[in-house]
């Protein structure tokens, strides 16, 4: 075993042959895979590990750790060959990648291995990612940890790139060393901007960075730069670095053609011994500082533990109440953190912020980038609220998804949803992210109707992993339920029942009191319906609804929201039968009641108009769903 310790460049040039070579043995093996790409970032990655990264694999959550991030994910050959050097995963194990049931993955994933924070398949997602845990440690956690982020050159054509940068520009963030590992070659030929380093760094200067040109192959040049980017102070530093794809072997350097492809067997033989062949050379990565033994963590910021349910003495709106159980929160929880996209006047996080502007931060109109920097700042343990317009988290949808993948955890809020926001237009509402944050893998969707729900369903969010979300309503509306009144997730509330009803009203946010207007009027006419508010949309209440649709027989739904994937269909798939956990298993059911489902949602375009008026030509107002109910039991 060769050990490596300090920068000697003789010992970092063999370590980064190795990191090519098991960079090829490992995709040739697996039959797929990005070893080019691997290839042109191995002497940056060497000099790194050998030298400047602080990281204890053996305590990977350790606080005072370093963070890598591989925005460049496919590139991850190389990142799981540096495990390997560091010793975190054997030389078996590396030749594992991309088989079932290994932890090396095609692209790096968190929680299955311990040393990667976040998932990074999506170019144009890591710097984001990173100035969120940049953030935490210069402002939050006051540690003195960096963060570094391997970007490729394709992915800078991505805007989220440079909403990142210009981001870590504003907050200072000099604990933020980016470096652009620049080979030129994309997936299908020649990146827009190619071997122009002076174009990537007049554009990083331009947002703020301090730029170091370099040549990613000169050790020396690689090592001079890290000592220099570390001396920098209020600026985020971007490291350009001029690289060859598939560096180290004539048949791929500079080749175009070759990106996610593996050498062949017979290649890779003869490419590892122009390389000089295998080795097993170790890296003794330098540990980070101990923690003193009274932690610095969170410093200056404190809470009661105790969470006060604000309380409402008239009508308000949802989005309000969010604001004042964040604020009750972060009196609570010391760990609770707020991003909002510049709507916080509307989002009502201006209430979090009046109170603790120490732990709000502003991304300005760039939701993707709120997004990304709440997941970075959930890796490093905080409780991320981020929020905006319902609208606009579809620009974010890709981080979301991503996020999940991650095995993340954000709670993300959406104001001004559906299109009983009035006069604004259609731009303005959302009418599909309920559909959309269903999808995501492993959510909760959240929409409250009243603010004393809203405030407690707030509280139940600061507790939940993976990702979360509340639908907030723009307008006023009158208060449901009483402060201690519980709602638990995957809960429901049924407001009327009786023996009579001849169906079930389902509603939630604007739509259960227009639900509500429907009973009274109902009512008055002899007609009695139940009255269910489904304010946990995903999970859902399945036995409340099972009992409405054996007792009652017809269910209709009434959402601000199109009818595709919304309360509707989350209603209708608590009525299906689940697929088999197993080959062979038999499908229950047979007793299962199948109640009949009658979807009331927006169907057609909205236009301006006043709320009411809105809801009344969508169809969703009181007198459409009376009407409904009377056309069913005629």
Known sequence: MVEVQALAVEKVTELARQLRVDSIRSTTEAGSGHPTSS????????????????Y?????????????????????????SM???????????????????????????????????????????????GVGMAINGKFLDKLDYRVWVLLGDSE?????????????????????IAILDMNRLGQRGETALGWNSAAYAERA?????????????????????????????????LIVAKTEKGHGIPLTANQDNWHGKPLSA???????????????????????????????????????????VPSYSGPAATREAYGDALKALGTAYSDVVVVDAEVSNSTYSEKFAKAFLDRYFEMYIAEQLMVGVGLGLGTRGKKAFASTFAAFLSRAYDFIRMGAISRGTIKL???????????????????????????VHGSTVLYPSDAVSAAHLVEKMYALDGISYMRTTREKTKILYKDTDEFPIGGSKVLYSSKDDVCTLIGAGITLHECVKAYEELKSQGIHVRVIDLYSVKPIDVKT?????????????????????????????????????????????????????VKIAVREMPGSASPHELMDAAGISSPHIVATVKGLID
């Open 266 to 308: 017979e290649q890779a033989a003869e490419a590892i011994k122009i390389l000089g062949g295998t080795s097993d050379i170790s890296v003794k990565v330098a540990m980070p500082p101990e923690m003193p033994s009274k932690p610095q963590l969170s410093a200056g910021i404190t809470g009661s533990g105790k969470f006060i």
């Open 205 to 237: 200067k331009a947002f703020g960075c301090h730029v170091i040109e370099i040549n990613g192959h000169d050790i020396a040049q690689i090592d001079n730069a890290y000592k220099a980017a570390l001396a920098v102070t209020g600026q985020p530093v």
């Open 39 to 54: 290839m042109s970032a191995a002497d940056l990655m060497a000099v790194l590990m050998t030298k400047y990264l602080r």
């Open 56 to 80: 204890d694999f053996e305590r990977p959550d350790y606080a005072y750790n370093d963070r890598l991030i591989f925005s460049k994910g496919h590139a991850c050959p190389l990142l799981y």
């Open 156 to 176: 800078m054509a991505e805007g989220s790139v440079w909403e990142a940068l210009a981001c870590a520009s504003h907050y200072k963030l000099d604990n933020m």
């Open 83 to 129: 495990y390997k050097a560091a010793g975190a995963v054997t030389d078996k194990e590396l030749m594992s990648l991309r088989k079932m049931g290994s932890r090396l993955e095609g692209h790096p994933v968190p929680k299955i291995i311990p040393w990667v924070d976040v998932a990074t398949g999506s170019l144009g997602q890591g710097l984001a990612l």
């Open 545 to 597: 609804l099972e009992a409405a649709a054996r007792e009652t027989g017809t269910l209709v739904v009434v959402e601000d929201h199109w009818p595709e994937g919304g309360l509707g269909d989350a209603v209708l798939d608590a009525f299906s039968i689940k697929a088999p956990p197993a080959r062979g298993a038999k499908l229950g059911g047979k007793d299962k009641v199948v109640p009949k489902v």
């Open 413 to 439: 809020c959406g104001s001004h949803a559906g299109c009983s926001i009035g006069a604004d237009g259609p731009s303005q509402m959302a009418l599909e992210d309920i559909a959309m944050m269903r999808a």
